[in-house]
Nanobody
Framework: QWQLVESGGGLVQPGGSLRLSCHVS????????FGWFRQAPGKEREGISC????????IYADSVNGRFSISRNSSRKTVYLQMNSLKPEDTADYFC?????????????????????WGQGTQVTVSS
């Protein structure tokens, strides 16, 4: 139903910033709840942020709260993840996800198993 494409990853020094983008195409994209996840080598996929379709409310994992910011553009077809004060432990593959059901972004970021639409991922490396 929806196709997602991420962009914006790369190599950045500790303390630097990056902005990831996720473009969604398909029908009724204004009904989309968006999430950002990351997965480091040998670790489980972690939900780090989401934005609700109903009120643009946002949720952040403790690991990124205060450093990362999620937003979407006026067409509601692109969601961004602004990442500031990056640390080496932020190094991972970052994935955008979309889901119609609102429970995926209510209280916390729901498990990756609850999100049904995924992008291909973009790599972020934080290193000096």
């Amino acid at each position: 139903q929806w196709q997602l494409v991420e962009s914006g990853g790369g190599l950045v020094q500790p303390g630097g910033s990056l902005r990831l983008s996720c473009h969604v195409s398909g029908e009724a994209v204004h009904y989309v709840n968006f999430g950002w996840f990351r997965q480091a080598p040998g670790k489980e996929r972690e939900g780090i942020s989401c934005i609700r379709r109903s009120d643009d409310g946002t949720i952040y994992a403790d690991s990124v709260n205060g450093r990362f910011s999620i937003s979407r553009n006026s067409s509601r077809k692109t969601v961004y993840l602004q990442m500031n004060s990056l640390k080496p432990e932020d190094t991972a593959d970052y994935f955008c996800a979309a889901e119609y059901n609102d429970y995926v972004c209510a209280g916390n970021v729901a498990s990756s198993r609850e999100w049904h639409y995924w992008g291909q991922g973009t790599q972020v490396t934080v290193s000096s």
